[in-house]
């Protein structure tokens, strides 16, 4: 990928403030979100270009880096910007109301859609693995998924211990990028989280940014001030250096049962985000490199060592589920266990009932880089949905807990459910921050994304579509025709990705972008967009025969030809 780029150093983050270097504020959104993504705050190692998730990258190379960055610089108003696989291929003049940065990344036809054929072609630099929010310049740090696992040990808590983790255990591996969010997650709900993690270094930056409490070197005495905080009812959380599959064996020998576990490691690609038993981080990496055929060997034993260790916590009365790593996916199709999918995934044990109604992981950041500029939108959240307690309760503790990182944003789940307007919840809330930058209430304008986790964007097995109703887990139409769709809508950045979450070959997914810069322009796209993206949510799960979807079609008036119950 060559060395870092000049402007990349001068840059360290995305660049803020009412003035742009672009012609409009569409092409200056995506070259501060693409700058964002590389924020040494925001970003696990933008000096290789990766942002987290393993390998997921925002640009395929350096160089690509700066020819993106030249040609957004001179994209004009009509005009579409290709990216393909994290590089510019081409320029076409289009129209006003087109988007103006249309991405693919990492797909590959069906046959062939696997990591080895993957990394070869990333060996010749032909291919780049864009993840979700990489290498679609929409990540936001770890804040962007925190909600998401708020919201999913909120939804265990209600079923399995009416509604609150106090006193609870909650058992993790992997503090990356995403996971990462898991210790903030169980501490605003009142739990105890101890989460093992190989590489001292992300358990000390969880710290330095609030997301962890503590870290404790001895498992024995992490287990001890686990137990304690949980006896007095208290938040706890605690990073361990240690290998997760070693950390449950040993709490396994310890017969110390967690109340729940499950895991965010990367375990979804076995050669550049697992780490195997047996090495420290530094003589893995020296054998990724020497002897990669060895590593993916003992990555994938110890992934087995891993599941086995879940299964028994499991028989001894843990709450287990897999956290979206393909850890399950792995260890069946490597070690030939079926009853890797013993435990459930996340998707269908807490979140489905959301994606029914079409909500989703929205998300915001403010361009201007003025953390006030936030605070106002969080103002208006309170403003337009003052009945919804759980919603006013997560941006409250937003506010008082979450550190930004880059530029300032957040993130909301919202969804379809029209008002007597005919307005969804998404449309109503980009409106509000349309209108408040037209009025100058907020400085600059404000550009409106989600995670590609949302309600109806992803086709993903082993995750968002794991056992669908009607079994169409593995069709992948959903996401490219909610692609088609948003691009038919007018966004203004629009991304279909293979891969992410669960590695190649195991999902197809899409995101997009609209720029919220005060003018009736961008109140059409968004009123546009923000009932065709959700939308597609509720279609997709009403086609598939779930009742909350097809009672939020007949609510919200969602045309589904062809509905059936
Ligand atoms: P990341 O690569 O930034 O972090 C993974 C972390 O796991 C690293 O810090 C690594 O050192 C650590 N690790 C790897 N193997 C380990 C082991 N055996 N024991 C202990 N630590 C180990 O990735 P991320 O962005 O945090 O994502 C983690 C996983 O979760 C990925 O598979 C990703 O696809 C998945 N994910 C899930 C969701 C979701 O909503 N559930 C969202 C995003 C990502």
């Known amino acids: 990928i060559g060395e870092p780029s000049d402007q990349w150093y001068d840059y360290q983050g995305a660049p803020t403030g009412t003035d742009i270097e672009c ?5 200056e959104a995506a070259l501060r979100m693409l700058n964002n993504n590389l924020d040494p705050e925001v970003g696990e190692d933008p000096e290789d270009l990766v942002v987290y998730g393993g390998t997921g990258r925002a640009a395929r190379s350096w160089d690509a880096y700066d020819a993106i960055m030249s040609e957004l610089r001179d994209l004009g108003d009509d005009e579409t910007l290709l990216i393909q696989s994290g590089k510019p291929v081409g320029r076409f003049t289009t129209r006003e109301r087109a988007p103006r940065v249309l991405i693919a990344n990492s797909n590959l036809v069906g046959n062939w859609d696997t990591w080895e054929h993957f990394h070869e072609l990333e060996a010749e630099g032909k291919i780049m693995y864009g993840q979700m929010t990489a290498g679609s310049w929409a990540y936001i740090g770890t804040q962007g998924i925190i909600q998401g696992t708020y919201e999913t040990l909120a939804e265990l808590a209600r079923q399995e211990y009416d509604g609150d983790l106090e006193g609870r255990i909650v058992v993790t591996g992997g503090l990356g990028g995403m996971g990462g969010a898991q210790p903030l997650a169980v501490t605003m709900n009142h739990g105890v989280c101890i989460a093992a993690e190989v590489d001292e270094a992300r358990i000390d930056r969880r710290i330095e940014t609030g997301y962890c409490q503590e870290k404790v070197a001895d498992l024995g005495e992490a287990i001890e001030r686990a137990e304690a905080a949980a006896e007095r009812g208290e938040r706890y959380s605690v990073g361990v250096p240690v290998n997760t599959a070693d950390m449950l064996e040993a709490m396994l020998d310890r017969d110390f049962v967690p109340d729940v576990i499950t895991d965010q490691t990367s375990s979804h690609d076995e050669l550049e985000g697992y780490y195997p038993s047996g090495y420290t ?11 990669p055929e060895t590593y993916r060997e003992v990555s994938i034993d110890t992934m087995e060592r891993h599941v086995d260790a879940i299964l028994e916590h499991q028989q001894r009365g843990a709450t287990a589920f897999e956290y979206g790593n393909n850890l399950r996916g792995q260890v069946k199709e490597h070690c030939d266990r079926d009853d890797a999918f013993d435990f459930p995934g996340f998707v269908p044990a807490y ?5 029914c109604r079409g909500k989703g992981p929205f998300r915001w950041a403010a361009l201007s880089g003025n953390p006030d500029d936030i605070h106002r939108t969080d103002e208006a959240i309170r403003e337009l949905f003052p009945e919804k307690d759980a919603l006013l309760r997560w941006i409250d503790l937003a506010q008082e807990q979450i550190q930004f990182q ?10 379809y459910e029209t008002d007597d307007d005919g307005l969804t919840e998404r449309a109503r809330f980009a409106l509000r921050i349309n209108r408040l930058v037209a009025e100058g209430e907020i400085d600059a304008p404000v550009v409106v994304t989600r995670d590609h986790l949302d309600a109806g964007s992803v086709a993903s097995p082993n995750r968002e579509t794991e056992a669908m109703k009607d079994g169409t887990d593995a069709v992948a139409d959903w996401p490219i025709l909610n692609a088609l769709l948003n691009c038919a809508a007018g966004a203004d950045i629009v991304s279909v990705h293979d891969g992410g979450g669960v590695g190649i070959g195991n999902s197809l997914h899409t995101n997009n972008h609209v720029v ?7 109140a059409e796209t968004a009123k546009r967009v923000y009932t065709t993206d959700p939308g597609m949510g509720v279609v997709r799960h009403a086609d598939a025969g779930y009742d909350d979807a097809i009672d939020e079609a007949e609510q919200s008036d969602v045309a589904v030809p062809m509905r059936d119950r």
């Open 406 to 415: 880059g530029l300032p944003s957040r993130v909301c789940w919202l969804g």
């Open 351 to 355: 979140v489905r009932p959301l994606f």
């Open 23 to 27: 012609e409009g504020w569409r092409q």
């Open 281 to 291: 981080v530094a003589e893995a990496d020296a054998l990724r490199e020497s002897a």
């Open 516 to 522: 919220l810069d005060g003018t009736d322009r961008a």
